[in-house]
């Protein structure tokens, strides 16, 4: 059985930091990536970061380049977002997600598992 959970979020101010963590239970292939989404509400989920389990490879939204760090710790079986410089539109829910495959890392639709989210207020 795949679980998810995230943990980190929070309420800060604009231009902060908050880091999220993903646990992840279950079998290894379901972890091929893993990637970070977020949804504000009225709006529809948009992609954030993922990185390949195995190599670390990263991938990043254009709205968070240069702020947010995605990274993982195969050991502990964690995937973590550290963000920076965070602004009033971060605002969102924030959901890990795992892949057990797929060619489109910014795709939702190849993420098959999924957190039950937490919540990140960025006040201006």
């Known amino acids: 059985q795949v679980q998810l959970v995230e943990s980190g979020g929070g309420l800060v101010q604009t231009g902060g930091s908050l880091r999220l963590s993903c646990a992840a239970s279950?079998?290894?292939?379901?972890?091929?990536?893993m990637g970070w989404f977020r949804q504000a509400p009225g709006q529809e989920r948009e992609f954030v970061a993922a990185?390949?389990?195995?190599?670390?490879?990263?991938y990043y939204g254009d709205s968070v380049k240069g702020r947010f760090t995605i990274s993982r710790d195969t050991a502990k079986n964690t995937m973590y977002l550290q963000m920076n410089s965070l602004k009033a539109e971060d605002t969102a829910v924030y959901y890990c997600a795992s892949a057990p495959g797929g060619w489109d890392a910014h795709s939702s639709e190849e993420y098959h598992y999924w957190g039950q989210g937490t919540q990140v207020t960025v006040s201006s």
């Open positions: 990185i390949a389990w195995q190599t670390g490879l990263t």
């Open positions: 279950g079998p290894a292939f379901t972890r091929y990536r």
